[in-house]
Structures are given as structure tokens and as C-alpha cells.
T-cell receptor, first 116, second 112 residues
Framework: DTAVSQTPKYLVTQMGNDKSIKCEQN?????MYWYKQDSKKFLKIMFS???????INETVPNRFSPKSPDKAHLNLHINSLELGDSAVYFC???????????????FGQGTRLTVV | SQELEQSPQSLIVQEGKNLTINCTSS?????LYWYKQKYGEGLIFLMM?????EEKSHEKITAKLDEKKQQSSLHITASQPSHAGIYLC????????????FGGGTRLMVKP
């Protein structure tokens, strides 16, 4: 059973397109995240989202938007893709720290996005 | 400069040798996570440290947290080719959530 699953694993698309990456977690966690790993392997937080609030890293362009149809899903939608958006995107989930001492974050396998 | 610095950036060791990877934070640590990323794959959780002086082990991998120095070290004993990959430390710089700040990673190669 995969705890955090992302689809697709690979995505190649042209500049200017709009695309979505899906993320699902079956852990019953309250909070989900999106991270971006650039070509130098730096992992940076993009969004943190639970049913109470969305926290956005201010460096993330507003072409990126998280969409959560329910607690188990947090999809990443990207408008007007640019070459610089090429990276690996990781979804993660964790339990709300206010409710539990277990603060481990589980990561998905990543989605390699290539914009051409 | 990065909020979380890892050293070394890359490391090549002979199989059987011990090695240490360091992670230093420029901000107060509320928790420190270690992950391993196999080349081209996802992140595998290794361990989490929260209290100063805390030490945890996972198979042949041991991590310690020095709260005063805002530093953690990851030590691998008798390295094996299966240890190869990228080791990432992630820091909690506040106690309000799980948004981790990651270091740049340490690329480890183990020569058989």
C-alpha cells in the first residue's frame, strides 16, 4: 500500500500549457504539502495545506495553485508553464502537530516535470 | 546563504568505511529530519530528532542532534553500496507545523 502517491511520475509538456499533478494520501493525515526540487537538488516548500489554512511560500509564482477536493488529496495546478518550472515536485503529508507528537512527514515518489 | 547547510556536498567512500554527514542550521531547531533519496526516486524517511543530545539509530545509520550548536550529524558505519544515494536533512524552524526547510543534500557513493 502506497502511503503518498503522485501521478504522473513523469510529465513532459510544452511552454504555455496548463497541467496538474495529483497527490493522494491514505494515511488519514490532516496536512499535505508540495515541495519543488530543482536541478541542484534543493528541496523547497511551496505550499502547506490542511482543512484550516493554506500557507503559501511567498516565492511561489501565482501560476501555481494547490487544489484540495478532500482531505486525502492535494493536487498541484500550474498555469502557463515556463521552462524554469522544470523540476521534480514532491507531495508530502503529515498529521497536524497540534494533535499528535508524531511529526513525521511522508513523501510521495515525486513527479519529474519537463517543460520544452 | 542557505538556512540549512549540509557538508560535504558529495562523498565517495570505499565499501566498509565509516562516514559522517553534517547538517547545520542558522536558525533555532524545533526538529531535524534525515531522509535518503535514491537517485531519481522519492524520499525515504530515516529518522527524526527533536531533543538536544538525542541519538537514534536505523540499522547501521546513527544520527545525533546537538541543539546548542544547531547541528546534526549522520554517521554510517561499515558503509555498503546500498547506502549510496542523496542524504537530505530537513529542519523544522518553528513548532507550528511540518514545513521543512531542506539542506542541499549530500551525494554519497560507495565503491565496492
Amino acid at each position: 500500500d502506497t502511503a503518498v502517491s503522485q501521478t504522473p511520475k513523469y510529465l513532459v509538456t510544452q511552454m504555455g500549457n496548463d497541467k496538474s499533478i495529483k497527490c493522494e494520501q491514505n494515511l488519514g493525515h490532516d496536512t499535505m504539502y508540495w515541495y519543488k526540487q530543482d536541478s541542484k537538488k534543493f528541496l523547497k516548500i511551496m505550499f502547506s495545506y490542511n482543512n484550516k489554512e493554506l500557507i503559501i511560500n511567498e516565492t511561489v509564482p501565482n501560476r501555481f495553485s494547490p487544489k484540495s477536493p478532500d482531505k486525502a488529496h492535494l493536487n498541484l495546478h500550474i498555469n502557463s508553464l515556463e521552462l524554469g518550472d522544470s523540476a521534480v515536485y514532491f507531495c508530502a503529508s503529515s498529521q497536524d502537530v497540534a494533535r499528535t507528537k508524531n511529526t513525521e512527514a511522508f513523501f510521495g515518489q515525486g513527479t519529474r516535470l519537463t517543460v520544452v | 546563504s542557505q538556512e540549512l547547510e549540509q557538508s560535504p556536498q558529495s562523498l565517495i567512500v570505499q565499501e566498509g568505511k565509516n562516514l559522517t554527514i553534517n547538517c547545520t542550521s542558522s536558525k533555532t531547531l524545533y526538529g531535524l529530519y534525515w531522509y535518503k533519496q535514491k537517485y531519481g526516486e522519492g524520499l525515504i524517511f530515516l529518522m527524526m530528532l527533536q531533543k538536544g543530545g538525542e541519538e537514534k539509530s536505523h540499522e547501521k545509520i546513527t544520527a545525533k542532534l546537538d541543539e546548542k550548536k544547531q547541528q546534526s550529524s549522520l554517521h554510517i558505519t561499515a558503509s555498503q553500496p546500498s547506502h549510496a544515494g542523496i542524504y537530505l536533512c530537513g529542519a523544522l524552524h518553528n513548532n507550528a507545523g511540518n514545513m521543512l526547510t531542506f539542506g542541499g543534500g549530500t551525494r554519497l557513493m560507495v565503491k565496492p
